[in-house]
C-alpha cells in the first residue's frame, strides 16, 4: 500500500485548519472525522489516500490525548510528514509500536523479560518479516503469565495490546488490528504513570506525536506496491 492523491490530502487538511474546524471529542471535527467525511470511517482514509487504518487509529488516539491547543498543529503536521505519493507506510505501526515498548518505564527484569520477546516480535514484522507461530504463542503466553504491580501492569498490557495487534492483523482483521494498536500507543501512555499523572501522560503523547511523524517521514518512497 502506497501513499497517494497527496495533494488532496493536503489541500483536505488545510482547509480544515484554516476554517478551526479541528478539535477533540467529535468525529466531525477529530483526526480521522475531518479526512473521511465527519465519520469514523479510516477505511476511507486507507482507500483514498494509501494510509494504513492501523496509522490512522495510532494518529487518533495521540490526538485526543494531546492538550486542546496542540491537537490541530499535529492534524496540520500529518501531511508534511508524508510529503509526497508513493510513500510506503506499511511497516510505520509496526515500528511505532516497537518504539513505544522500549520507551516503557523502568519494570522489574522478570517482566522485562516478557516485554522484550513482544519487542522483538514487533521488530520483525516492522523489517517486513515473519513472526513465526512458535516465537508468537511463546510471547503471547509470557504475556499472559505475567503479573506485577504499578508501572509492570500497565507495561505488560501495553505488550498484550500489541500482541493483539500482530494477532488481528495476521488473521487479516484490519479494523482490529488498527483498534488494538490504539490501544497499545494509550496504555503505553498510561505506563508513564507518575506522582503528576497529567504531566506525565502528556509528555509520553508529545514523545508518541513526534515518533510517529518521524517514522512516517523516513519511510521509504518507491514505485511498487508489496
Known sequence: MLTKNFRQLKKEVAAH????????????TCFIGCLSGGVNNPKYIEQEYGIPRIISRIAESIFEALPWSEAPSFFAAFPESIGCDGKDLSRVGWQFLAAELRALPTVPASVQAVIDLVIQGMDLLAEGKEWSSEAFETADAAVRAARGIGAAVRAVRAARDAVDAAK?????RDTMAAWAAASAAEKAAWAA??????????????RQRDTLLQL????????QEN
Not at 485548519?17 to 466531525?28: F, I, L, N, T
Not at 488481528?168 to 487479516?172: F, V, Y
Open 193 to 206: 504513570y507518575s506522582a503528576d499523572v497529567y504531566n506525565a501522560v502528556i509528555a509520553t503523547r508529545r
Open 17 to 28: 485548519v484554516k476554517a478551526d474546524a479541528v478539535a477533540k471529542g467529535s468525529y466531525k
Open 168 to 172: 488481528a492483523a495476521r488473521d487479516t
Open 216 to 223: 512516517i517521514k523516513e519511510a521509504p518512497v518507491t514505485t
